[in-house]
Structure formats: C-alpha cells, structure tokens
C-alpha cells in the first residue's frame, strides 16, 4: 500500500497508481541532513495539510504528474497538521514563508524554487537535477 493511500485512508491499489518515492519528513534533524544532501543532490519538501481540500487536489495533481525516481532527487513528504512546529521550523531555516501546500526545491542549501497551492505544478523538477 502506498504512504497516499495510507494517508487519505484508500484500501485497494489499482494497476495504475503510481508510486511515488516519498521521504516522511518527521523530525528535525532531517532538515540540516536535507540541507547538507542537498550540496550533491536536489532535494524537494512537499508540505501538506491533510484536512484541506485544495491541498488535497494539489497533490492528487502532483502524483499524477511526477515522473521522477529516487535517483533524481530526494522527495520529502510533511504533514504539516502532524508536525506543525517542524513545518515552522522548515520556513524559518529555508527563509521561506508558510504556504499549504506548498513545495520547496532545495539545492547547495538553498531555497531554488517554491511555489503553493496550483502553481505547483508550475515547477518543472527536471531543471533542478
């Protein structure tokens, strides 16, 4: 069962449903590991709130237009409702300001590309890799 389907409580795979290579962000060690990794590869975080229908959309929308594999670049997934404080934690580091949903792309330690809520899928991932 995909971390989606665990997420938004679905029981049944299909044929189709892709599996993305999502990274839980839970902790906040991560976030200095996801800044040093990101001197030698993109790393992207996904903030999502779970009770949020946009964000809900939002993210539909992205699984079903990635195309990337763990080799590209690292996926981090945050459940800002979970790990709120993490979340703050994610924009007072990264100098970005909250937005639900929102997605960061992070190379040599920096901020290279955010956007939220439908211009997400604005951000062509293939640039950063």
């Known amino acids: 069962m995909g971390l989606l389907n665990k997420i938004f409580g679905g029981t049944n795979e299909t044929k189709d449903e892709k599996e993305i290579p999502w990274i839980p962000l839970n902790e906040m060690p991560q976030l200095d590991f996801i800044e040093k990794k990101s001197a030698t590869k993109t790393q992207v975080i996904f903030k999502h709130s779970t ?18 594999t763990e080799k590209d670049l690292d996926l981090y997934y945050l459940d800002l409702l979970n790990y709120r404080a993490l979340s703050n934690e994610v924009g007072s580091k990264f100098q970005v300001v909250h937005e639900s949903p929102q997605l960061m792309v992070i190379k040599n330690g920096v901020v290279v590309a955010h956007a939220s809520h439908g211009a997400i899928q604005g951000i062509d991932l293939n640039r950063f890799i």
């Open 51 to 68: 009770r949020c229908g946009i964000s809900s959309m939002v993210i539909k929308q992205f699984v079903n237009h990635y195309h990337l």
